[in-house]
């Protein structure tokens, strides 16, 4: 066994095949998870070459195990994939797609580069065989065959695979370097092209495990992926820091016992995120890179975008960085430690957090890292105040059963807007940006549809137990707020139902039409209260007033002490369980409150065409006026403004540009979509702006709103 460190154009170059065996899985990869990452970091690597060339930017991709195979070819070397293929396959598509694209802009000779990473030249090939290098013997193979052999350019939706994953990953890539590249005659074209086929020649590297047909290639198959533990995230980026540490001539002995802090049992513990489990050091790295670069990123992709950030953006070195990564993951993990404790209360960002792990989500956790990276020094009044609104569009959306999967990348882009904001505006431009989204799968619900819903929601049977336990607490720690009272302990208390669930019995009704109007309140939230220890069932199930004098004996709870003085004169039932779950949601909407006049409008997306919006039909709706500062969005860029003016042009740096496309572009030598990289002065990007004024006009007016 032999381990190389090789570039694709080192590892593809001689004519060969590399075969993936039949038993090997299909292939998976996906978009979010690993094809726009590897993009993304791809094209990161090239643009860095182009505006700095001196410093040879390069992309880690992985392992590959490869075995040579016995029977060899006279003239092709023959290899089987033990291990990598998902990556082999990616990179080969990925290269297929570029070089069609360069083919079709008479850019021959990148293109013919990129064929020699993907095809074997036909004098090494006998008549009958394929040219393709990476040769598929599982299910797969039809699908990359027919795409990779497809003539430019490639109509994907026409070819016989076109369902397949393999086809649905070269389309993804097609339509990515694509845009990427832009006008195929201009001068940027043409260094972008050279660029990017040298980045995947030899500005990605890959480490090369290669085999002898005679060894055991199961047994090194499960000692890689089996036997032992997998590197974690965390793992990875502690053998990056060290390394680069080393490099810088630090004291890596000393580094390590004082400023790296992730060797305890605290951060070695696995946490769940989603369905995933995750050691807690890997989910803080991942976090703390959404809080540092206002992107959202992917758990795969921390080590990558780690090194990303400490190499390509990050203007510190790596001896000056890790106490600061030491010190917020000590905050992070007080911040924990003080959410598990049973007792003793909570600042707002300790209950914050205890919040979020009762309720199996993380979503604020960045925003929490980014409002205390060091040197920010804000108030708690502040933070504070930005804590309960995030924490509101949160709950409000879990009090509504409303999908979170997008609101992540809600907390990076508020990340990345008010990267620069002053301390003193940072609530209003948060609570602004949280405020202004519209859309089914991120707006903030407001108090008359969160009153609508859970008047008759059956919270008991609609909530995981340990989130309506948390809404019930929230309640009680408001109701002790007012007399002074310590926070509840969160202890897991138990969740009573005032009207037993097994009611018919000893609470019997005169009509069925009674029992149907009883029932339907059995779950509601007004029927529900918290207990310091469990009634047994006689007691629950019994009658009222056998009940009501046992929960009067051991009840410390408010929640329960209100039920029991309401019910001196009039035993509990349907009128009170009502009167009851109006008075607990109207608590609910003060413990997480909207900004005034709030009413959580949804106004979806229609799906009409764009293209006809300019910054002059904005400027004209009263969206945006004259003198108007943009700020650019971009991490290289931060900093840098330009002005709107009466007829919607932007000024920037003394020249005109009629278009927000056209004024990025000049700024980072780039193509570049306008709309996204610049921002207005209270953080909404101008496609934000654009998407507004969109909803406003009805669907059959844009034609004449053009005119």
């Given at each position: 066994m032999e381990t190389f460190k090789r570039t694709p154009l080192q590892l593809f170059n001689l004519p060969q095949h590399f075969v993936i065996p039949l038993f090997q899985r299909p292939y998976v990869w996906r978009e979010n998870e690993q094809w726009e990452p590897l993009w993304n970091d791809i094209r990161r690597i090239a643009e860095l070459r182009i505006a700095e060339p001196h410093l040879h930017a390069t992309h880690f991709l992985g392992a590959v195990v490869i075995q040579s195979h016995e029977a060899q070819s006279k003239r092709l070397t023959t290899w089987n994939v033990i291990d990598g293929q998902q990556r082999l396959t990616t990179l080969q598509i990925l290269a297929d797609a570029t070089a069609a694209l360069l083919a079709e802009s008479d850019q021959a000779r990148l293109a013919a580069q990129l064929e020699r990473l993907t095809h074997n030249d036909e004098i090494?090939?006998?008549?009958?065989?394929?040219?393709?290098?990476?040769?598929?013997?599982?299910?797969?193979?039809?699908?990359?065959?027919?795409?990779?052999?497809?003539?430019?350019?490639?109509?994907?939706?026409?070819?016989?695979?076109?369902?397949?994953?393999?086809?649905?990953?070269?389309?993804?890539?097609?339509?990515?370097?694509e845009q990427w590249l832009g006008t195929t005659d201009s001068e940027e074209y043409v260094a972008k092209a050279k660029e990017l086929t040298t980045v995947l020649l030899d500005g990605l590297q890959l480490v090369s495990i290669e085999l002898e047909a005679s060894e055991n290639s199961q047994e090194i198959f499960e000692t890689l992926n089996a036997r032992g533990t997998p590197l974690t995230a965390a793992d990875l980026v502690r053998n990056f820091v060290f390394q680069r540490l080393e490099a810088e001539g630090g004291d890596t002995t000393k580094a390590y016992h004082e400023d790296w802090p992730f060797e305890t049992k605290f951060w070695m513990k696995e946490v769940s995120v989603g369905r995933n489990l995750v050691s807690r050091s890997s989910l803080f790295?991942?976090?703390?890179?959404?809080?540092?670069?206002?992107e959202e990123v992917s758990p795969q992709a921390t080590f990558t975008r780690f090194k990303s950030y400490v190499e390509l953006e990050s203007d510190h070195t790596m001896a000056d960085l890790l106490p600061v990564i030491k010190q917020q993951a000590q905050q992070y993990e007080a911040w924990t430690e003080a959410a598990a404790r049973p007792g003793g209360s909570l600042s707002a960002v300790e209950m914050?957090?205890?919040?979020?792990?009762?309720?199996?989500?993380?979503?604020?956790?960045?925003?929490?890292?980014?409002?205390?990276?060091?040197?920010?020094?804000?108030?708690?009044?502040?933070?504070?105040?930005?804590?309960?609104?995030?924490?509101?569009?949160?709950?409000?959306?879990?009090?509504?059963?409303l999908a979170g999967g997008d609101l992540g990348r809600i907390v990076a882009d508020i990340i990345a807007a008010n990267t620069n904001t002053p301390d003193d505006r940072l609530v209003e431009r948060i609570t602004a940006h949280l405020a202004r989204l519209k859309v089914t799968s991120t707006y903030w619900p407001g108090d008359e549809e969160v009153l609508r819903t859970l008047a008759t929601e059956a919270v008991y049977t609609r909530f995981p137990r340990g989130r309506l336990r948390m809404f019930l607490e929230a309640i009680e720690d408001s109701y002790r707020a007012e007399t002074g009272q310590p926070q509840l302990e969160r202890k897991g208390y138990p969740i009573e139902h005032l009207l037993p669930r097994?009611?018919?019995?000893?609470?019997?009704?005169?009509?069925?039409?009674?029992?149907?109007?009883?029932?339907?309140?059995?779950?509601?939230?007004?029927?529900?209260?918290?207990?310091?220890?469990?009634?047994?069932?006689k007691v629950s199930n019994g009658s009222w007033p056998s009940k009501r004098s046992a929960l009067q004996d051991h009840n410390t709870i408010t929640l329960t002490g209100r039920v029991i003085k309401r019910t001196e004169h009039q035993p509990w039932g349907e009128e009170l369980i009502d009167e009851r779950t109006a008075e607990l949601i109207a608590r609910i909407l003060r413990v997480w409150p909207v900004p005034d006049g709030h009413h959580g409008k949804v106004i979806d997306p229609q799906t009409k065409a764009g293209d006809w919006v300019e910054l002059k039909h904005l400027i004209g709706a009263g969206l945006l006026a004259a003198g108007d500062k943009l700020f650019a969005t971009h991490r290289d860029f931060k900093g840098a403004e330009a002005t709107l003016t009466a007829d919607g042009a932007i000024e920037l740096n003394g020249k005109r540009y009629t278009t927000p496309s056209a004024a990025g572009h000049s700024l980072r030598k780039s193509a570049t979509n306008g709309w996204y990289f610049w921002a207005v002065a209270d953080g909404r990007r101008l496609r934000d702006v654009r998407t507004e004024f969109q909803n406003s006009v009805p669907a059959d007016e844009p034609a004449a709103s053009a005119e």
């Open positions: 090494y090939i006998e008549e009958s065989d394929s040219r393709l290098k990476v040769r598929h013997l599982n299910n797969d193979r039809a699908a990359f065959d027919e795409v990779m052999s497809a003539e430019a350019p490639v109509d994907h939706g026409t070819l016989a695979h076109a369902g397949s994953q393999v086809v649905a990953a070269h389309a993804y890539f097609s339509t990515v370097v790295l991942n976090q703390w890179l959404v809080a540092r670069t206002g914050a957090v205890y919040r979020m792990q009762v309720s199996g989500v993380e979503i604020l956790k960045p925003l929490l890292i980014f409002l205390h990276e060091p040197g920010r020094n804000l108030s708690e009044a502040t933070v504070s105040a930005i804590v309960t609104a995030a924490e509101s569009w949160v709950v409000r959306r879990q009090l509504l059963r097994s009611w018919k019995d000893t609470w019997p009704t005169a009509t069925p039409e009674e029992a149907d109007e009883r029932q339907a309140r059995v779950h509601r939230l007004g029927n529900l209260t918290l207990l310091t220890t469990s009634l047994n069932s």
